[in-house]
């Protein structure tokens, strides 16, 4: 940990790292075309870039340059995830609120919303009717509230990954939650958490103090900052990082997740596991500000560049985003997603496709079923993957890097998506999904170089196939 870490740490407060002059004038330089080329080679080389680099990328906005951009963006992420993307769905467990979020529907002050937590037999409910589908991994989703402290969110994890149905079972709970105390984190580590996700919203210090109001938790911009850090202090070194889109500029928002997530590696060793960027979405009682909306040719734009920024970081794309913005996403940057989501409290089994607005966070833009995305993905060459091996083998934190940056993860991370998506097919999908979905796992077995871990794949995919057996993993 450096020096101005450590003495934030001893006066008791966070460090904010988040230098907002400078990277705000980092926004003004010009892009030479020249040295958008080569910081594309440093990326194509799997170097994570630098803040000033990612400002020549955010203002490169040339079309040519652009569109080298994307195709950069486009090779780089076919290197590092080949062809994979991971699937998981969100659990919202309870929607009370002691913060005034402007862009929530959960916030305190918005009476419109019914409040509600699931209680241990809906939450039960709400898992089975997940696992049923074919889901491996949840994101249990909560509002901040002193019901919702660490010794109850662990609960939950544990009532998750006990609750089995058939050939049903989660086997990893990743958190979106309040940022906790060191204690608090060891806490839902102990449960075996996956990813602790805890968004800044916004990095710009004005916005956000403007949209968390005073004397409400959220209020505190560097507690919030701090909130990722605490938890790798705490061995919980597997953290999601994420902004706001439309809050306020996009390409401030973008320079300061790179900064942040260069600030995790170089105090802890380690980045973050992944980056979201959710764009506001309209809401039950919001009055939407509309000066920061980002369009989606700008959308598109900062998940190329910020693909470029952190190769080894995994970019998650949420079903707030319509189905073909999604689909196009994914050729350039985006590693995983969630399918067959609902954010509405009791929303798997209650409410159907119905919205139900009073009890949702905000409205969704792409709502359909699991099988219907697996079966889109597979048509479009990908291979949905439902792999949990990397965390539960302790593969996370310093241990996942290694791996990743030595190029292994492919070794592992494609015959694990394999078996994990025969075992969806023979489980869970239609008969048209397992048609695809067989194709595509015997092409790309084809591709996988001759040796050992081919002949142990065939294998497994045969016993999982028909004998039964299920979680075979490397
Ligand atoms: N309450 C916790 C917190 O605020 O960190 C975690 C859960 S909160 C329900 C999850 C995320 O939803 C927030 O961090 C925010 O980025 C996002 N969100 C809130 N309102 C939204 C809206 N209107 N449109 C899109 N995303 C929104
Ligand atoms: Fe509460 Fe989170 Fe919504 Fe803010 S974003 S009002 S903290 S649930």
Redesign the pocket.
């Known amino acids: 940990m450096s020096f101005a870490v450590e003495s934030a740490r001893l006066s008791g407060s966070g460090y904010d790292f988040i230098d907002e002059a400078y990277l705000l004038s980092l926004l003004d330089r010009p892009a030479a075309a020249g040295a958008v080329r080569d910081i594309i080679a440093k990326s194509l080389a799997k170097q994570p870039l630098a803040v000033e680099e990612t400002a020549t990328l955010l203002a490169a906005d040339q079309p040519e340059l652009v569109a080298q951009i994307f195709d950069a963006a486009r090779q780089l992420k076919r290197d590092v995830y080949g062809r994979r993307i991971v699937l998981f769905a969100p659990l919202y467990v309870g ?1 009370h ?1 002691t ?3 402007v862009y ?1 529907a ?2 305190r002050s918005n009476q419109a919303e019914i409040r509600r937590t699931l209680d241990e037999e809906s939450l039960h409910q709400q898992v089975l009717a997940l696992e049923n589908k074919g889901h491996r991994r949840l994101i249990l989703v909560f ?2 509230h002193p019901q919702y402290g660490a010794e109850f969110m662990a609960e939950c994890v544990q009532h998750v990954y006990a609750a089995t149905s058939g050939r049903g079972k989660i086997r990893r709970v990743n958190l979106n939650a ?1 940022p906790l105390d060191h204690d608090g984190y060891r806490i839902v580590k102990a449960a075996d958490i996956g990813t602790y996700q805890i968004f800044q919203e916004t990095y710009h210090h004005e916005t956000y103090r403007r949209v968390h109001p005073k004397g409400t938790r ?1 209020a505190n911009y560097l507690w919030r900052l701090d909130g990722v850090a605490r938890a790798m202090e705490a061995e919980c070194d597997d953290v999601g990082i994420g902004a706001l889109f439309g809050l306020f500029d996009w390409r401030f928002e973008v320079l300061a997740l790179v900064r942040h997530a260069l600030h995790l590696q170089k105090e802890y060793r380690v980045g973050p596991h992944t980056i979201s960027f959710p764009r506001l979405r309209p809401a039950c009682g919001v009055k939407l500000d509309e000066s920061y909306l980002v369009q989606d040719d700008d959308f598109k734009r900062l998940v190329a560049i910020l693909r470029l920024s952190v190769p080894y970081t995994g970019l998650i794309c949420t079903a707030r985003e319509p189905p073909a913005l999604r689909r196009e996403l994914m050729g350039f940057g985006i590693s995983q997603i969630d399918a067959g989501s609902r954010v509405e409290i009791g929303g798997y089994t209650e409410a159907g496709d119905a919205q139900v607005m009073e009890l949702e ?1 905000f409205e969704l833009g792409d709502i359909r079923p699991l099988d219907e995305v697996v079966h889109e993905l597979l048509v479009d060459g990908y291979i949905p993957s439902f792999c949990t091996a990397c965390y539960r083998l302790g593969r996370t934190g310093e241990h996942f890097m290694e791996y990743a940056i030595p190029g292994f993860i492919q070794n592992l991370c494609t015959p694990n998506a394999l078996s994990t998506l025969m075992e969806y097919l023979c489980d869970f999908a239609l008969p048209e999904t397992r048609a695809a979905g067989e194709i595509a796992i015997r092409r790309e077995v084809e591709r996988l170089p001759d040796g050992d871990r081919k002949r142990v794949l065939l294998d497994r995919l045969r016993r999982i196939k028909d004998q039964g057996e299920r979680d075979l993993h490397f």
């Open positions: 929607n609120c913060n005034d979020c929530c959960f916030r509002g901040e309040a959220k966070q």
